[in-house]
């Protein structure tokens, strides 16, 4: 397997458009999980999935940020509108059900300008 | 709910000396505990992992870790450090629920491991 593939790895946007983060869990995967890490924050968890569904959202700062995965193979990280604060390294894990080891993927660096 | 701490944001260690970093975790029930490492620009590998068991865990690229509950740590160790160890460690506590296995990871901050010849 591949691993867990985001894209792209580097955006740059100006604030106030619309990003659209993208990730491809590990095939058998259960669990998908969306990260931001900042110097600031460190590693902090936004939201996670099981089975496609929305488990905790918690940790997504604003409405302005939204996740969906649409089926087991592909889930999406959408900020609308970006704001500079948003700029960060956004990264994407997957986990089996049984198994508790989450695989990350290499992160996608977002710059909003 | 869990939490994790790395009391140290940055550390540096000779070539060839040992290494211990250190992590501090608050979780009510048994925690699975891990210990991630990133390399600049690349995402988190995952060195070693405690569930249960022998409380001194083996991991990849020569490291161990030892879980004390009654210190609530879980402390990474080398016994000899190489160059390319330089990277950033992260301690995890995994949050459990009955019959589904953990479901999130909760971070640390992370230490920051520099290498000096």
């Known amino acids: ?113 | 709910a869990q939490s994790v701490t790395q009391p140290d944001i940055h550390i540096t260690v000779s070539e060839g000396a040992s290494l211990e970093l250190r992590c501090n975790y608050s979780y009510g029930a048994t925690p699975y505990l891990f210990w991630y490492v990133q390399s600049p620009g690349q995402g988190l590998q995952l060195l070693l992992k405690y569930f249960s068991g022998d409380t001194l865990v083996q991991g990849i690229k020569g490291f161990e870790a030892e879980f004390k509950r009654s210190q609530s740590s879980f402390n990474l160790r080398k016994p000899s450090v190489h160059w390319s160890d330089a990277a950033e460690y992260f301690c995890a506590v995994g949050a459990v629920r009955q019959n589904t296995g953990f479901q999130k990871l909760v971070f640390g901050t992370g230490t920051r491991l520099l290498v000096s010849p």
């Open chain 1, 1 to 113: 397997d591949a691993g867990v593939i985001q894209s792209p790895r580097h955006e740059v946007t100006e604030m106030g458009q619309e990003v659209t983060l993208r990730c491809k869990p590990i095939s058998g995967h259960d669990y998908l999980f969306w990260y931001r890490q900042t110097m600031m924050r460190g590693l902090e968890l936004l939201i996670y999935f099981n089975n496609n569904v929305p488990i905790d959202d918690s940790g997504m700062p604003e409405d302005r940020f939204s996740a969906k995965m649409p089926n087991a193979s592909f889930s999406t990280l959408k900020i609308q509108p970006s704001e500079p604060r948003d700029s960060a390294v956004y990264f994407c894990a997957s986990r089996l059900k049984t198994g508790a080891e989450a695989f990350f993927g290499q992160g996608t660096r977002l710059t909003v300008v």
